[in-house]
């Protein structure tokens, strides 16, 4: 006995296609026999004369926890008159959409279940051959199945695992009670050939800081970096936790497609060989037998940070010391990378000279000490899952000290008082006012309290601070980040500065002159290097602020003015020439990979000269200088800088100067995630009911045995917010991870000519062009309810500004703009800040409606209809009549400004090329409705806030800067 072979068998114990088997290839009467039989059927294609009863008391308890409503099932078996649904009946109730999928199984359905057990036929002839034993192919197997199988028969995720509560789909069943099954299983005595059973337990584990760490950036290779090490970090402190249990057991984030855990894949399925072939090659051609292979470049979706900084999983509690394999595995890749970067700077940059002995273990100690790591580990209850257990209530894990040892955190909890008590009411036939008896509650039923505990448990840790002393040495504070002390390259402090230019100039674009940087902020510089290493793959750098305030320029040249291009690409070459021949060089340039795939073969040239060079005033002597240490300038080289100028002044490039960060998040994730929490009545949450997972003909046979029930309101109790459980959890997880994966990237850097930093989950950071953000995070917020969950908002924070801003400012502001999308705007809202190049912020927002409105005064705009003076002239007026340190102004103030905009558009008209698309009505409707968001009574007056006034004015400044020019006059 092994815990893979456990975990095989818990998802093999119903057929992938366990509903056309229910319904068209059994006997009558032989439903059952007969699907277990199919089970084994499959299971012995890879193993052979195994059983597939071997763990049945196991896989049954794990089946029930992670079943959804399974007391709900046990009421449907006690009915007078059992429920029948027929095969042209099943179909899929996808809860977080809520659409239904009707006739899932049908009669056709035959050559798929062909095609099922053809590949487990193939799997079964290609095991014979592996030169492995039993474990190890039910280690393969496993995760063959567990990764693929979505691939390969895409419809497992839309057959139900139950016909009658069809919301989770077979698939999403057989996951978790895999996942359960091993976390109620005291997994050591397995090893021994020992079956025990254990308590179940939950792990969180997080690494910190975050925003700090990510937001201490010069350049967007810093940026990126600073969220990829995060999340690398995270993916290794996973590792002993998937090798030894499994990546099913990790609720949050789903693991599967995730590209490190595909890596990782990789690695186990390279190691094995049949006769012929390694098992990554068998799969490969697996691939191209039975799904359309994806093409996407996986290196690039290799190096998109999109594992979060923490995790949360399922665990047996006699494996809780995987918590510290967990921090131990952190620990070593940290020793590692310090270890790496000594032997870059010794034998590769620094090699002719003598580097400070203890350089490495200044880095190492830094880094240990910076990183933090908290985590939790919860026992469901106090005592272990009994095997043996042939009561109502599986393996005896009740609810009881859950309820009873927690009660006076949960005793106020609305998911307990009117929904799981409830339930369990229901299940035990219980009058009103009788005491509920919880050790007859199965504990699969305080699964969201459990969650809930949890966090509390982890902020507890969290306010406990690990300190690690770290003796001041009374060096300078790093450059960067200005929190911890330079890394000493020498003892000697003038030797010190001296190799730190030194190491400048030997790697350009690594360093500024004259800048010196901790462990931490140079940890980030060298780890596109260190991650070629790791991951054997081509790190390339990133686009720089230039760069993507260049890319509507650049666009607009490779489509119409082929002739400039080529004579800039030429001058450029004679100036990055003459910068080399004087011992110089200009640091790789990369640009975005939308650019690089429309225009990357013909004009590639262009392409990969970064977007500060088609700027006139990047030739000045003092940019130069300051940027690049150049202050020899002969004339030769001044003859050359000429030539460009002369080109760029005659081409009239106008482009703006600005660029976008955008940052979004998923609203209440948390309480999805717990499914309830309190919220205010403006922005109330549409939670799943009961009444969404039960198939419609079960709900009216359910209504007509309860319709004269003294004990309990059924039709109350359905339409009351459906419990989380472990598959619901898992669902959600899934579908955020395959928003992440599938859908950010391809909108953000192939449809919108951005740069994706960070995705993960319900979490995006990207850079765009000003002229593109907004809709982008637009269709964003729209594609996260289609793919995500159509009840489910998203708010945004956006920040433009000028390619030179200090980028940290511009990430924490990026960050403010968030949160009062959040709170200042309600959710489900964007917020805007445009940060000048004097540093003037002008703040604009709204709900995503906005979107249209703005787009419609962009092109009123564009096309000369709404002359851009209008966009000033708006704000001048409030600025003459609000008084911006009151908070609030009288209707009569608003009255007055709606006359005065009403005045400027009808001055307008003498400037009009076109017939607007907008009409003085819809402003001023629209404004209207903007500002009474927030409106007050004062005194039977009403007030409205000054600020909200603001930021509808600034909405025309947005409109003006999202076309894309230079003339703004700001």
Same mark, same amino acid.
């Given at each position: 006995?092994?815990?893979?072979?456990?975990?095989?068998?818990?998802?093999?114990?119903?057929?992938?296609?366990?509903?056309?088997?229910?319904?068209?290839?059994?006997?009558?009467?032989?439903?059952? *026999?007969?699907?277990?039989?199919?089970?084994?059927?499959?299971?012995?294609?890879?193993?052979?004369?195994?059983?597939?009863?071997?763990?049945?008391?196991?896989?049954?308890?794990?089946?029930?926890?992670?079943?959804?409503?399974?007391?709900?099932?046990?009421?449907?078996?006690?009915?007078?008159?059992?429920?029948?649904?027929?095969?042209?009946?099943?179909?899929?109730?996808?809860?977080?959409?809520?659409?239904?999928?009707?006739?899932?199984?049908?009669?056709?359905?035959?050559?798929?279940?062909?095609?099922?057990?053809?590949?487990?036929?193939?799997?079964?002839?290609?095991?014979?051959?592996?030169?492995?034993?039993?474990?190890?192919?039910?280690?393969?197997?496993?995760?063959?199945?567990?990764?693929?199988?979505?691939?390969?028969?895409?419809?497992?995720?839309?057959?139900?695992?139950?016909?009658? =509560?069809?919301?989770?789909?077979?698939?999403?069943?057989?996951?978790?009670?895999?996942?359960?099954?091993?976390?109620?299983?005291?997994?050591?005595?397995?090893?021994?050939?020992?079956?025990?059973?254990?308590?179940?337990?939950?792990?969180?584990?997080?690494?910190?800081?975050?925003?700090?760490?990510?937001?201490?950036?010069?350049?967007?290779?810093?940026?990126?970096?600073?969220?990829?090490?995060?999340?690398?970090?995270?993916?290794?402190?996973?590792?002993?936790?998937?090798?030894?249990?499994?990546?099913?057991?990790?609720?949050?984030?789903?693991?599967?497609?995730?590209?490190?855990?595909?890596?990782?894949?990789?690695?186990?399925?390279?190691?094995?060989?049949?006769?012929?072939?390694?098992?990554?090659?068998?799969?490969?051609?697996?691939?191209?037998?039975?799904?359309?292979?994806?093409? *996407?470049?996986?290196?690039?979706?290799?190096?998109?940070?999109?594992?979060?900084?923490?995790?949360?999983?399922?665990?047996?509690?006699?494996?809780?010391?995987?918590?510290?394999?967990?921090?131990?595995?952190?620990?070593?890749?940290?020793?590692?990378?310090?270890?790496?970067?000594?032997?870059?700077?010794?034998?590769?940059?620094?090699?002719?000279?003598?580097?400070?002995?203890?350089?490495?273990?200044?880095?190492?100690?830094?880094?240990?000490?910076?990183?933090?790591?908290?985590?939790?580990?919860?026992?469901?209850?106090?005592?272990?899952?009994?095997? *043996?257990?042939?009561?109502?209530?599986?393996?005896?894990?009740?609810?009881?000290?859950?309820?009873?040892?927690?009660?006076?955190?949960?005793?106020?909890?609305?998911?307990?008082?009117?929904?799981?008590?409830?339930?369990?009411?229901?299940?035990?036939?219980?009058?009103?006012?009788?005491?509920?008896?919880?050790?007859?509650?199965?504990?699969?039923?305080?699964?969201?309290?459990?969650?809930?505990?949890?966090?509390?448990?982890?902020?507890?840790?969290?306010?406990?601070?690990?300190?690690?002393?770290?003796?001041?040495?009374?060096?300078?504070?790093?450059?960067?980040?200005?929190?911890?002390?330079?890394?000493?390259?020498?003892?000697?402090?003038?030797?010190?500065?001296?190799?730190?230019?030194?190491?400048?100039?030997?790697?350009?674009?690594?360093?500024?002159?004259?800048?010196?940087?901790?462990?931490?902020?140079?940890?980030?510089?060298?780890?596109?290097?260190?991650?070629?290493?790791?991951?054997? =793959?081509?790190?390339?750098?990133?686009?720089?602020?230039?760069?993507?305030?260049?890319?509507?320029?650049?666009?607009?040249?490779?489509?119409?003015?082929?002739?400039?291009?080529?004579?800039?690409?030429?001058?450029?070459?004679?100036?990055?020439?003459?910068?080399?021949?004087?011992?110089?060089?200009?640091?790789?340039?990369?640009?975005?990979?939308?650019?690089?795939?429309?225009?990357?073969?013909?004009?590639?040239?262009?392409?990969?000269?970064?977007?500060?060079?088609?700027?006139?005033?990047?030739?000045?002597?003092?940019?130069?200088?300051?940027?690049?240490?150049?202050?020899?300038?002969?004339?030769?080289?001044?003859?050359?800088?000429?030539?460009?100028?002369?080109?760029?002044?005659?081409?009239?490039?106008?482009?703006?100067?600005?660029?976008?960060?955008?940052?979004?998040?998923?609203?209440?994730?948390?309480?999805?995630?717990?499914?309830?929490?309190?919220?205010?009545? @403006?922005?109330?949450?549409?939670?799943?009911?009961?009444?969404?997972?039960?198939?419609?003909?079960?709900?009216?046979?359910?209504?007509?045995?309860?319709?004269?029930?003294?004990?309990?309101?059924?039709?109350?109790?359905?339409?009351?917010?459906?419990?989380?459980?472990?598959?619901?959890?898992?669902?959600?997880?899934?579908?955020?991870?395959?928003?992440?994966?599938?859908?950010?990237?391809?909108?953000?850097?192939?449809?919108?000519?951005?740069?994706?930093?960070?995705?993960?989950?319900?979490?995006?950071?990207?850079?765009?062009?000003?002229?593109?953000?907004?809709?982008?995070?637009?269709?964003?917020?729209?594609?996260?309810?289609?793919?995500?969950?159509?009840?489910?908002?998203? @708010?945004?924070?956006?920040?433009?500004?000028?390619?030179?801003?200090?980028?940290?400012?511009?990430?924490?502001?990026?960050?403010?703009?968030?949160?009062?999308?959040?709170?200042?705007?309600?959710?489900?809202?964007?917020?805007?800040?445009?940060?000048?190049?004097?540093?003037?912020?002008?703040?604009?927002?709204?709900?995503?409606?906005?979107?249209?409105?703005?787009?419609?005064?962009?092109?009123?705009?564009?096309?000369?209809?709404?002359?851009?003076?209008?966009?000033?002239?708006?704000?001048?007026?409030?600025?003459?009549?609000?008084?911006?340190?009151?908070?609030?102004?009288?209707?009569?103030?608003?009255?007055?400004?709606?006359?005065?905009?009403?005045?400027?558009?009808?001055?307008?008209?003498?400037?009009?090329?076109?017939?607007?698309?907008?009409?003085?009505?819809?402003?001023?409707?629209?404004?209207?409705?903007?500002?009474?968001?927030?409106?007050?009574?004062?005194?039977?007056?009403?007030?409205?806030?000054?600020?909200?006034?603001?930021?509808?004015?600034?909405?025309?400044?947005?409109?003006?800067?999202?076309?894309?020019?230079?003339?703004?006059?700001?």
């Amino acid at each position: 006995m092994g815990v893979w072979k456990l975990k095989l068998k818990a998802f093999l114990h119903d057929p992938l296609d366990k509903q056309w088997v229910l319904s068209f290839d059994c006997p009558k009467n032989k439903e059952h *026999e007969s699907h277990e039989m199919v089970s084994e059927k499959l299971l012995n294609y890879i193993l052979p004369n195994e059983c597939i009863e071997e763990f049945s008391e196991i896989t049954k308890i794990a089946d029930e926890i992670s079943y959804p409503m399974n007391e709900i099932n046990e009421i449907l078996e006690n009915l007078k008159k059992p429920t029948i649904i027929k095969p042209e009946e099943i179909c899929f109730h996808d809860i977080y959409s809520r659409k239904i999928r009707k006739k899932v199984i049908n009669k056709y359905f035959k050559n798929k279940h062909k095609r099922l057990e053809k590949f487990f036929q193939l799997l079964g002839n290609i095991f014979l051959n592996l030169n492995c034993n039993d474990e190890e192919k039910a280690k393969l197997a496993f995760l063959l199945l567990w990764q693929y199988v979505p691939d390969f028969f895409k419809w497992v995720t839309i057959h139900p695992a139950d016909s009658q =509560i069809p919301s989770h789909s077979i698939y999403n069943h057989l996951v978790q009670t895999s996942a359960i099954a091993t976390a109620i299983t005291n997994v050591n005595e397995l090893l021994s050939g020992k079956l025990e059973g254990d308590i179940p337990a939950f792990l969180i584990f997080t690494i910190g800081p975050v925003q700090s760490f990510i937001a201490k950036a010069r350049k967007t290779q810093d940026l990126w970096a600073g969220s990829y090490i995060l999340s690398y970090l995270t993916y290794k402190s996973l590792e002993p936790l998937i090798d030894e249990l499994g990546p099913d057991m990790v609720i949050y984030p789903n693991l599967r497609g995730q590209p490190l855990i595909e890596r990782w894949l990789h690695n186990i399925f390279s190691s094995i060989r049949d006769k012929n072939e390694s098992f990554e090659q068998i799969i490969e051609s697996f691939k191209a037998m039975f799904c359309h292979n994806n093409k *996407e470049d996986n290196e690039q979706k290799l190096l998109i940070a999109n594992i979060p900084n923490r995790f949360l999983a399922f665990i047996p509690f006699s494996r809780k010391n995987i918590a510290d394999k967990c921090k131990e595995s952190l620990t070593n890749t940290l020793t590692k990378f310090a270890k790496e970067i000594d032997t870059l700077v010794k034998e590769e940059y620094l090699k002719d000279f003598e580097i400070n002995p203890a350089f490495q273990d200044e880095i190492k100690n830094q880094l240990l000490s910076y990183f933090q790591v908290y985590y939790a580990v919860l026992p469901w209850t106090t005592n272990k899952c009994n095997l *043996e257990s042939g009561g109502n209530i599986p393996g005896e894990l009740t609810s009881e000290s859950v309820f009873n040892d927690h009660k006076i955190l949960f005793e106020k909890s609305e998911i307990r008082n009117l929904i799981i008590e409830e339930i369990i009411k229901l299940n035990q036939n219980s009058k009103n006012g009788d005491k509920i008896d919880y050790s007859k509650a199965g504990i699969g039923r305080s699964y969201p309290l459990l969650i809930d505990l949890l966090e509390k448990l982890l902020g507890a840790r969290k306010s406990i601070r690990d300190f690690q002393y770290l003796p001041s040495r009374n060096r300078e504070k790093c450059h960067l980040c200005g929190e911890n002390e330079i890394v000493s390259l020498s003892i000697d402090e003038k030797q010190n500065k001296s190799l730190w230019e030194k190491l400048r100039k030997k790697e350009p674009g690594l360093l500024k002159e004259n800048e010196r940087l901790c462990s931490v902020c140079l940890f980030k510089r060298f780890f596109p290097k260190l991650l070629e290493k790791e991951l054997e =793959i081509k790190v390339l750098s990133f686009p720089s602020t230039s760069e993507i305030a260049s890319i509507p320029a650049k666009v607009e040249l490779l489509k119409n003015n082929e002739e400039f291009v080529k004579k800039f690409v030429e001058k450029y070459n004679n100036f990055k020439n003459s910068i080399e021949a004087s011992g110089r060089k200009l640091p790789f340039s990369e640009t975005v990979p939308a650019l690089k795939k429309m225009y990357g073969g013909k004009y590639c040239s262009l392409c990969s000269i970064d977007g500060q060079w088609l700027m006139i005033e990047s030739y000045s002597k003092d940019y130069l200088k300051n940027e690049f240490g150049i202050e020899k300038i002969d004339e030769s080289f001044l003859r050359t800088i000429g030539e460009i100028k002369e080109l760029l002044y005659k081409e009239n490039l106008n482009f703006s100067r600005y660029f976008a960060i955008l940052q979004m998040d998923g609203d209440h994730m948390g309480k999805w995630i717990r499914g309830f929490g309190s919220f205010e009545e @403006s922005e109330k949450i549409e939670f799943p009911t009961i009444k969404e997972t039960i198939h419609e003909k079960v709900l009216e046979d359910l209504q007509n045995n309860f319709k004269d029930s003294t004990n309990i309101n059924l039709d109350s109790l359905i339409e009351k917010v459906h419990p989380s459980t472990p598959t619901y959890h898992q669902i959600l997880s899934s579908r955020l991870i395959s928003f992440a994966l599938h859908e950010v990237r391809r909108i953000v850097e192939e449809k919108y000519f951005g740069k994706l930093i960070y995705a993960g989950g319900d979490d995006v950071l990207a850079l765009l062009p000003v002229n593109t953000v907004l809709n982008c995070a637009y269709e964003l917020q729209k594609r996260y309810k289609e793919v995500v969950n159509s009840r489910a908002t998203m @708010s945004a924070g956006i920040v433009i500004a000028h390619h030179k801003y200090p980028l940290s400012l511009a990430l924490k502001a990026v960050s403010s703009a968030e949160k009062k999308a959040k709170n200042l705007l309600g959710r489900n809202a964007f917020c805007v800040q445009l940060i000048t190049h004097s540093g003037e912020t002008k703040e604009s927002g709204g709900k995503w409606d906005l979107v249209d409105f703005i787009n419609k005064i962009r092109n009123d705009l564009q096309n000369g209809s709404i002359p851009k003076v209008f966009c000033n002239q708006i704000i001048e007026i409030m600025n003459q009549l609000l008084n911006v340190e009151q908070e609030s102004v009288s209707q009569e103030i608003v009255e007055i400004l709606k006359l005065e905009i009403r005045r400027l558009w009808q001055r307008k008209k003498k400037y009009e090329g076109k017939k607007p698309i907008l009409k003085i009505e819809d402003v001023i409707e629209r404004f209207e409705k903007y500002i009474a968001q927030d409106i007050k009574n004062s005194e039977n007056s009403l007030l409205y806030k000054t600020q909200k006034i603001l930021m509808f004015g600034y909405l025309f400044y947005l409109a003006k800067f999202l076309t894309g020019k230079d003339d703004l006059n700001l």
